[in-house]
């Protein structure tokens, strides 16, 4: 492992703490890919119940943004991303439609420069009576330095619209929102190399921690909520070595492809 100067933090270890204020003590360019589902300022409380899960299975602590602070909350954390990245490193930031423009605005003001807007397109959506039923997330995907990064071409006609089913953990623990193994797998496999450092700042569940440790990257990540961060631990610890079962309705595997 290439030895990294991280401040007062260690490699391969996660945090529990406020990441705009942990962000600060990470040395500048020392990270090689960001990967992170932030809050999204929308009410989570009222969607315990969604996409079939049992309430008492749902982590509690969820901690959102209010929506007239998200410009700002968003503009602070990407700066401090933008800075610790090295000059060859890439992001991956997930976003809900409802706040997009303040991500992509703080994207462009922090100097990112912006290569794919990836549309991950998941099994289901919750149900709606007078618009469009949701059933796709953003991605944004954008690099410090567009004629210097990681980018493993692991498919010959790699396409910017991913299918991919969101995992049901019937009957196990797990965060109100949580990303699929199979998804952060793909994002690693083309914009990372062994040993890279991925840094989630807004772990949740830990997922991207975990499929890092998985296939031999460093990883680092904070998260503001005590039992998710006990959770992300307890799965690190069990060091998961294999994908997940395949989702329902489809026996090939959690992705699919256009």
Known sequence: MVRR????????CIYQGDALELMRDIPSGSIDLVITDPPFAIDFRAKRMNYNRTGKHVLEGYIDVEPGDYAGFTRC?????????????????FSGWNHL????????????????????????????RK???????????A??????????KAEH??????????????????????????????????SSNPGDLIFDPFLGSGTVAVVSKVMGRNYLGFELVPEYYRF?????EECIVADPAPAEGNPGGNEGKR
């Not at 619209?161 to 994002?187: A, C, D, H, M, Q």
Request: aromatic share 18%; charged share 20%.
């Open 131 to 141: 618009k469009f039923v949701t059933s796709h997330y953003h991605v944004l995907y």
């Open 5 to 12: 100067n991280l401040g007062p933090f260690a490699p391969d």
């Open 157 to 190: 006609y790699p396409e910017d619209v991913w299918i991919i089913n969101r995992e049901y953990w019937k009957g196990k623990r797990k965060t109100p929102t949580k990303l699929p193994f199979s998804l952060v797998k793909k994002i690693l496999t083309f």
């Open 101 to 128: 423009k303040d991500v992509l605005c703080s994207l462009d003001d922090t100097g990112f420069f912006m290569l794919n807007h990836i549309i991950w397109k998941y099994q289901f959506g919750v149900f709606t």
């Open 77 to 93: 954390w990407m700066e401090e991303a933008y800075r610790i990245l090295s000059g060859s490193g890439s992001i991956y930031v």
């Open 232 to 236: 992300a631990s307890e799965r690190l």
């Open 143 to 152: 690099v410090k330095n567009p004629k210097s990064y990681t980018f493993n």
